[in-house]
């Protein structure tokens, strides 16, 4: 993962267009041709690549003279040729190339494949980056640079849009053209061979000209690469993506979740939103990119008429979404405004022949109503109420509240104007109430996934002490004996060692037992038949009321069992209660792979259970308590459950997910989990049954085969220092408030020794990307005191990011003002040089000007060589940890 020499495909000096003589696709021809319509300043030549041998025989060939190295250089050849390009361009100094369509159905799969890995290897030796193959072209229009195929003229804006579809990208720049909604740079991927989905959405996320990211894409291969750049995007910048499926899917194997669910569960952890239609992509993109923050979720709807109020408010219904109420008071305001004596409720119907006055005074009545979150105004053509002048009269209310206020022009000709004005200021507007609906259930999710964006679930348990020693006992008892599959007895040892009670429930080896059993547990009951060998029958008969149904069930399960199980004879029964005492639904809980994003939790009805009304739902661990309730509540499980009871039985069954995730972060040889069913009680969970499947592992990953690091609780330390007790501890999403206290309380000379300038009062999205950080690319640790009043405060702050290939790491350091040259900053710097150390960096890297004499001391201290930096006026620090080969 890296943004390594991007600077020269984004923001290139010179530019070359190379073509083979005869290429047959005009694609050259277009990109020239567009590279000089978009005004590009710096030179663009076009050069031809020839064959080198007579005849056309053999793979190589020349590339003709070059006036200047170009930065960037478009490819237009067959694709066996672009390897031999691409190191001569290597070779003079090219650092970025886009490699154009191709001939592919000319191509073997044999060949193709053969010349992408010849791409890789040519561009390796010269750090050369590699949009492509199949790639329509990058526009930066801020830059003039078009260096695509793109059919429309393409104008300057905030959104970036990143496609992998050539049918989509033209389509979403042909509407975008229509309503005049310019970008900050539209790049389409192609086969992604090097400069992949994250590579680009690093860059983004640090671009100033790109306010928001608009993403299609279909499929994508490094789970971990992706959520790290994913997230990063998001902590900033709205990104909203709209999805086409994967082109051939991927293997989900007996995963009872299928791939299509995965990847929403993986955009909705990555703070992303996800649109169905172009049609609401770009009222998304420019809704949460000027939204303001939500008080909350409901929505209250104004509509002049009864018709227009109602749709609205039967979509959001529809949607699961939420009314807002009118309080008691806002009521009796209206009726004395409106004039009426109908009862008035959410959504509120106006009068047919309002004015316009009273349009703005309704908005302003409804906006004053403490209970009121955001609002929706529906109106349609009027003879009493000029649409203009009711625009006019919503915008000027809007501009006095704080709350989001939506609005939506419902007609033709006649509403043009009135969304026009809306538009010029600044206020949301759309064609149509579900079009509306759909962009604020759209900043809703994003809302809700902004939050799972900053939960950082921790590497250690919290609340609980999982007896980890006891569970790796029984799996290794298992593995010494060559299974791949927990026996009943070795499950129950480990989930009992992580707070997971399984129920016992003893084999009873006759119909009289069996009927005994169930008048113990009480009805209803569960049957089970258990085979000779020790295995349950794979089917079961749930839900039987009395002791008459159990004969005739297992006459039944026994006629199946022979006819799959011929010689295999039943041993006994097994029953278990079909119902929790709570009255809540039996749950399936349990973990599978994805082939793409790791271990997934995954939560629904149980297999065996009458209860069909949940719904399978699916997250990517580490979960906590916040991230597991979102979990439940999107599983519905509680919803036909007595609303007293709910929150208990969400806690439990919240309770059940976490733990379960701390299993798979400790113990790396757990491949897959099955509890199904479990019953959720208030008290707790308990298993009735559990398959846990092993798999021996050669190397240790532990957390690191998630798709999401974990927040790293084992670095934290408490120290002592000049008689205080501080916690040294990586940053949390959180201290974005005490880092900015901590910056904002340097001197004028500290804050220009920290950032080579006079930096203070740092701006809060800089201050978010300093504290939402993914442990997986930096690490940062604070200096933490907890004051008697329990609030805490920063005392200093260390960081370091790593390169990809963890060859080095750049650090920086800060010490409150007041307490410089007390060893603070010797306890936060060793503290960085340890991590990094086994984190296996080869150099930590940092810089300083040659006036901070207390900076250079503290370096030398630690073994870091001082030597003259390559800017005037600043030294480089360099500490030599671990050994890595040159590339």
Same mark, same amino acid.
């Given at each position: 993962?890296?943004?390594?020499?991007?600077? $020269?495909?984004?923001?290139?000096?010179?530019?070359?267009?190379?073509?083979?003589?005869?290429?047959?696709?005009?694609?050259?021809?277009?990109?020239?041709?567009?590279?000089?319509?978009?005004?590009?300043?710096?030179?663009?030549?076009?050069?031809?690549?020839? %064959?080198?041998?007579?005849?056309?025989?053999?793979?190589?060939?020349?590339?003709?003279?070059?006036?200047?190295?170009?930065?960037?250089?478009?490819?237009?050849?067959?694709?066996?040729?672009?390897?031999?390009?691409?190191?001569?361009?290597?070779?003079?100094?090219?650092?970025?190339?886009?490699?154009?369509?191709?001939? *592919?159905?000319?191509?073997?799969?044999?060949?193709?494949? /053969?010349?992408? %890995?010849?791409?890789?290897?040519?561009?390796?030796?010269?750090?050369?980056?590699?949009?492509?193959?199949?790639?329509?072209?990058?526009?930066?229009?801020?830059?003039?640079?078009?260096?695509?195929?793109?059919?429309?003229?393409?104008?300057?804006? %905030?959104?970036?849009?990143?496609?992998?579809?050539?049918?989509?990208?033209?389509?979403?720049?042909?509407?975008?053209?229509?309503?005049?909604?310019?970008?900050?740079?539209?790049?389409?991927?192609?086969?992604?061979?090097?400069?992949?989905?994250?590579?680009?959405?690093?860059?983004?996320?640090?671009?100033?000209?790109?306010?928001?990211?608009?993403?299609?894409?279909?499929?994508?291969?490094?789970?971990?690469?992706?959520?790290?750049?994913?997230?990063?995007?998001?902590?900033?910048?709205?990104?909203?993506?709209?999805?086409?499926?994967?082109?051939?899917?991927?293997?989900?194997?007996?995963?009872? $979740?299928?791939?299509?669910?995965?990847?929403?569960?993986?955009?909705?952890?990555?703070?992303?939103?996800?649109?169905?239609?172009?049609?609401?992509?770009?009222?998304?993109?420019?809704?949460?990119?000027?939204?303001?923050?939500?008080?909350?979720?409901?929505?209250?709807?104004?509509?002049?008429?009864?018709?227009?109020?109602?749709?609205?408010?039967?979509?959001?219904?529809?949607?699961?979404?939420?009314?807002?109420?009118?309080?008691?008071?806002?009521? /009796?305001?209206?009726?004395?405004?409106?004039?009426?004596?109908?009862?008035?409720?959410?959504?509120?119907?106006?009068?047919?022949?309002?004015?316009?006055?009273? *349009?703005?005074?309704?908005?302003?009545?409804?906006?004053?109503?403490?209970?009121?979150?955001?609002?929706?105004?529906?109106?349609?053509?009027?003879?009493?109420?000029?649409?203009?002048?009711?625009?006019?009269?919503?915008?000027?209310?809007? =501009?006095?509240?704080?709350?989001?206020?939506?609005?939506? *022009?419902?007609?033709?000709?006649?509403?043009?104007?009135?969304?026009?004005?809306?538009?010029?200021?600044?206020?949301?507007?759309?064609?149509?109430?579900? /079009?509306?609906?759909?962009?604020?259930?759209?900043?809703?999710?994003?809302?809700?996934?902004?939050?799972?964006?900053?939960?950082?679930?921790?590497?250690?348990?919290?609340?609980?002490?999982?007896?980890?020693?006891?569970?790796?006992?029984?799996?290794?008892?298992?593995?010494?004996?060559?299974?791949?599959?927990?026996?009943?007895?070795?499950?129950?040892?480990?989930?009992?060692?992580?707070?997971?009670?399984?129920?016992?429930?003893?084999?009873?080896?006759?119909?009289?037992?069996?009927?005994?059993?169930?008048?113990?547990?009480?009805?209803?009951?569960?049957?089970?038949?258990?085979?000779?060998?020790?295995?349950? $029958?794979?089917?079961?008969?749930?839900?039987?009321?009395?002791?008459?149904?159990?004969?005739?069930?297992?006459?039944?399960?026994?006629?199946?069992?022979?006819?799959?199980?011929?010689?295999?004879?039943?041993?006994?029964?097994?029953?278990?209660?079909?119902?929790?005492?709570?009255?809540?639904?039996?749950?399936?809980?349990?973990?599978?792979?994805?082939?793409?994003?790791?271990?997934?939790?995954?939560?629904?009805?149980?297999?065996?259970?009458?209860?069909?009304?949940?719904?399978?739902?699916?997250?990517?661990?580490?979960?906590?308590?916040?991230?597991?309730?979102?979990?439940?509540?999107?599983?519905?499980?509680?919803?036909?459950?007595?609303?007293?009871?709910?929150?208990?039985?969400?806690?439990?069954?919240?309770?059940?997910?976490? =733990?379960?995730?701390?299993?798979?972060?400790?113990?790396?040889?757990?491949?897959?989990?099955?509890?199904?069913?479990?019953?959720?009680?208030?008290?707790?969970?308990?298993?009735?049954?559990?398959?846990?499947?092993?798999?021996?592992?050669?190397?240790?990953?532990?957390?690191?085969?998630?798709?999401?690091?974990?927040?790293?609780?084992?670095?934290?330390?408490?120290?002592? *220092?000049?008689?205080?007790?501080?916690?040294?501890?990586?940053?949390?999403?959180?201290?974005?408030?005490?880092?900015?206290?901590?910056?904002?309380?340097?001197?004028?000379?500290?804050?220009?020794?920290?950032?080579?300038?006079?930096?203070?009062?740092?701006?809060?999205?800089?201050?978010?990307?300093?504290?939402?950080?993914?442990?997986?690319?930096?690490?940062?640790?604070?200096?933490?005191?907890?004051?008697?009043?329990?609030?805490?405060?920063?005392?200093?702050?260390?960081?370091?990011?790593?390169?990809?290939?963890?060859?080095?790491?750049? $650090?920086?350091?800060?010490?409150?003002?007041?307490? %410089?040259? /007390?060893?603070?900053?010797?306890?936060?710097?060793?503290?960085?040089?340890?991590?990094?150390?086994?984190?296996?960096?080869?150099?930590?890297?940092?810089?300083?000007?040659?006036?901070?004499?207390?900076?250079?001391?503290?370096? =030398?201290?630690?073994?870091?060589?001082?030597?003259?930096?390559?800017?005037?006026?600043?030294?480089?620090?360099?500490?030599?940890?671990?050994?890595?080969?040159?590339?």
């Amino acid at each position: 993962m890296t943004v390594r020499n991007l600077e $020269f495909l984004f923001r290139p000096a010179s530019v070359a267009v190379v073509a083979e003589p005869d290429e047959p696709s005009r694609y050259a021809e277009v990109v020239l041709s567009n590279l000089a319509a978009g005004g590009f300043n710096g030179p663009v030549m076009s050069v031809s690549a020839k %064959k080198r041998s007579l005849f056309h025989m053999g793979d190589d060939v020349r590339l003709s003279e070059l006036d200047v190295v170009p930065d960037l250089a478009i490819i237009c050849a067959s694709l066996d040729q672009v390897p031999s390009i691409i190191a001569q361009l290597g070779a003079r100094g090219t650092r970025a190339v886009i490699v154009g369509p191709w001939m *592919w159905h000319r191509m073997s799969i044999g060949a193709i494949a /053969k010349a992408r %890995k010849a791409i890789l290897e040519a561009a390796q030796p010269y750090l050369m980056r590699v949009l492509g193959p199949g790639s329509g072209g990058l526009v930066v229009p801020a830059r003039g640079l078009n260096a695509s195929a793109a059919p429309v003229s393409i104008t300057s804006g %905030k959104i970036a849009l990143v496609a992998q579809s050539t049918a989509v990208t033209a389509a979403v720049l042909d509407r975008a053209y229509s309503k005049e909604i310019g970008f900050s740079t539209v790049l389409h991927l192609g086969a992604g061979l090097d400069v992949d989905l994250a590579d680009v959405l690093d860059w983004l996320a640090a671009d100033p000209d790109t306010k928001s990211i608009l993403v299609q894409f279909d499929e994508v291969s490094a789970g971990r690469k992706f959520m790290s750049a994913a997230r990063a995007a998001a902590r900033n910048k709205p990104v909203v993506t709209i999805r086409a499926g994967p082109v051939h899917g991927r293997h989900q194997g007996s995963t009872p $979740f299928s791939a299509a669910e995965v990847d929403e569960a993986a955009l909705r952890r990555a703070g992303w939103v996800s649109i169905d239609t172009l049609g609401d992509l770009f009222e998304a993109v420019e809704a949460m990119a000027r939204v303001r923050s939500l008080r909350g979720e409901s929505l209250t709807i104004l509509g002049n008429g009864h018709g227009l109020g109602r749709i609205a408010g039967d979509t959001l219904s529809r949607s699961d979404g939420q009314l807002g109420k009118l309080s008691a008071g806002t009521v /009796k305001r209206l009726e004395g405004l409106l004039q009426t004596r109908s009862n008035l409720s959410n959504p509120l119907a106006l009068p047919a022949d309002i004015t316009p006055t009273n *349009w703005g005074a309704a908005l302003s009545a409804v906006l004053a109503d403490n209970d009121t979150e955001n609002v929706l105004t529906v109106c349609s053509p009027s003879p009493f109420a000029p649409s203009a002048e009711v625009a006019a009269a919503i915008c000027e209310v809007s =501009r006095e509240t704080k709350r989001n206020v939506f609005t939506c *022009w419902v007609g033709g000709v006649a509403m043009l104007e009135a969304q026009k004005i809306a538009a010029a200021q600044g206020v949301l507007s759309h064609e149509s109430p579900e /079009k509306a609906i759909a962009v604020f259930l759209g900043v809703v999710s994003y809302r809700r996934n902004r939050a799972l964006l900053m939960q950082m679930p921790p590497s250690l348990a919290e609340g609980f002490s999982p007896d980890v020693d006891a569970a790796r006992s029984a799996l290794s008892e298992a593995i010494a004996a060559g299974a791949r599959t927990l026996s009943a007895r070795q499950a129950r040892r480990v989930l009992q060692a992580y707070g997971l009670p399984v129920g016992e429930y003893p084999l009873a080896s006759s119909m009289d037992k069996a009927i005994s059993t169930a008048d113990d547990i009480g009805y209803p009951v569960d049957l089970v038949l258990v085979l000779a060998n020790g295995a349950e $029958f794979s089917e079961g008969v749930s839900g039987l009321r009395s002791p008459a149904e159990i004969p005739v069930a297992a006459r039944g399960l026994r006629s199946r069992a022979r006819t799959r199980h011929p010689g295999n004879r039943v041993s006994g029964y097994r029953l278990r209660p079909s119902a929790a005492r709570s009255g809540a639904p039996a749950l399936r809980l349990g973990v599978a792979d994805d082939p793409v994003f790791g271990p997934v939790i995954f939560l629904g009805p149980a297999s065996v259970s009458g209860f069909r009304e949940g719904r399978l739902v699916v997250a990517l661990p580490p979960l906590n308590l916040v991230l597991a309730g979102d979990l439940v509540a999107r599983s519905g499980f509680a919803e036909g459950l007595p609303e007293d009871d709910r929150p208990a039985l969400q806690a439990a069954a919240s309770n059940a997910l976490v =733990r379960l995730s701390q299993l798979l972060t400790d113990i790396d040889e757990v491949a897959g989990v099955e509890l199904d069913p479990l019953h959720v009680e208030a008290s707790g969970v308990v298993v009735l049954d559990a398959r846990i499947s092993i798999e021996q592992r050669a190397r240790k990953f532990g957390f690191r085969r998630f798709a999401i690091r974990p927040y790293p609780k084992e670095l934290e330390q408490q120290v002592d *220092w000049e008689g205080r007790t501080l916690l040294i501890r990586p940053i949390r999403p959180e201290d974005e408030t005490i880092l900015g206290e901590l910056l904002n309380s340097l001197t004028p000379e500290d804050s220009r020794m920290r950032f080579f300038g006079s930096t203070r009062n740092l701006p809060r999205a800089r201050l978010a990307r300093f504290s939402q950080i993914d442990y997986d690319r930096e690490m940062a640790l604070v200096a933490i005191e907890r004051g008697n009043d329990g609030a805490e405060r920063s005392l200093g702050e260390v960081r370091a990011v790593a390169d990809p290939d963890s060859t080095f790491a750049d $650090f920086a350091i800060v010490v409150a003002s007041g307490i %410089k040259g /007390k060893g603070l900053g010797q306890l936060l710097l060793q503290s960085l040089v340890s991590y990094c150390h086994s984190r296996g960096i080869g150099e930590l890297r940092g810089e300083t000007l040659d006036g901070n004499l207390r900076m250079q001391r503290l370096a =030398r201290s630690l073994g870091f060589k001082v030597t003259t930096g390559a800017d005037r006026g600043t030294l480089d620090l360099r500490l030599s940890m671990n050994q890595h080969e040159q590339p």
